[in-house]
């Protein structure tokens, strides 16, 4: 297929595009810079996505995009309206134009913080585990952008036939397994920050190729978790500490497990995460620390 990827120069865009040439696709990068290590084969295209004028000639030459290209948080120097005016800005073009050429296929970089459960925020689950029905509750302007662009997809999926594929992502790491890491997820945490949930950047980039493969009809959100928390201690007894208001998991739930439920991303792509730093360290031979080292760090 031909697959335009927005953003195809920034930290999981470059793995997208290598991922999607790597399964035989024809790949434009749409950025506003060059990729520091281009992947050859990618075309390269300088654009600003919020203006449909120079957006459309290019999606007219695709049958698929992968929209990454808004600004990935609200904790850099712009200002909260201008995180919102340009992401939510570009994300409309974007999917309009999409729907408006009739393309194949849209995947639409959501955010598991339009969930209100990540960055500090003090929003409760409606319940443990979780999966994508989760209500979302944006606690600041970059989520609140994402649960808008949600529901403009799901808008013009049902008035046009678009099939929108939503990826709702935890924090995204690119690092591999080292010593120093393993180092740090010794120390007790201060704190439980999206329930300790990642997804690898090389898992993230198969689910987007996996994604413009298998269409499907409407719009769908999916989540993408690592099986395991990014943690050596126990997750009930961390959101214990620091999250007492939460709902419990269940008795039986595994120790390490993720909260967040993928079982729709393995039934409708076929995906399944491979990488998961705990298993890195148990091949290691590294001990994990009792609940009551945890617990006696705390007091």
Request: aromatic share 10%; net charge neutral; hydrophobic share 40%.
């Amino acid at each position: 297929m031909r697959v335009a990827v927005t953003g195809g120069s920034g930290r999981i865009g470059t793995y997208v595009v290598r991922e999607l040439l790597s399964r035989g696709h024809e790949v434009m990068n749409l950025d506003r810079r060059a990729a520091k290590d281009p992947p050859k084969g990618a075309r390269f295209v300088f654009i600003d996505l919020g203006r449909r004028e120079l957006v459309q000639p290019i999606f007219e030459q695709v049958d698929a995009v992968c929209h990454l290209g808004e600004i990935p948080s609200a904790n850099g120097p712009m200002s909260p309206e201008e995180v919102y005016a340009q992401n939510t800005r570009a994300g409309a073009v974007v999917l309009q134009t999409a729907a408006d050429l009739k393309l194949e296929r849209v995947i639409y970089t959501s955010s598991c913080q339009a969930y209100g459960m990540w960055e500090g925020s003090a929003t409760t689950p409606a319940t443990l585990p979780f999966d994508e029905t989760q209500p979302l509750r944006p606690h600041n302007a970059y989520a609140l952008g994402k649960a808008a662009m949600e529901a403009y997809a799901r808008l013009v999926a049902e008035q046009s036939g678009l099939s929108v594929a939503i990826f709702r992502l935890p924090w995204v790491p690119v690092e591999e397994y080292s010593h120093a890491q393993a180092v740090l997820l010794r120390e007790p945490p201060a704190k439980t920050d999206g329930f300790a949930t990642y997804c690898h950047v090389i898992d993230v980039a198969k689910a987007y190729a996996l994604a413009v493969e298998r269409r499907r009809p409407g719009c769908e959100a999916y989540h993408f978790s690592a099986a395991e928390i990014l943690s050596l201690y126990p997750l009930a007894a961390r959101l214990a500490a620091h999250h007492p208001a939460y709902p419990k998991l269940p008795d039986d739930w595994p120790v390490f497990k993720s909260p967040m439920t993928t079982a729709k991303a393995r039934e409708h792509l076929g995906w399944e995460p491979t990488w998961n730093f705990l298993h890195f360290y148990r091949r290691r031979g590294g001990e994990f620390p009792a609940v009551s080292d945890f617990n006696a760090a705390r007091t």
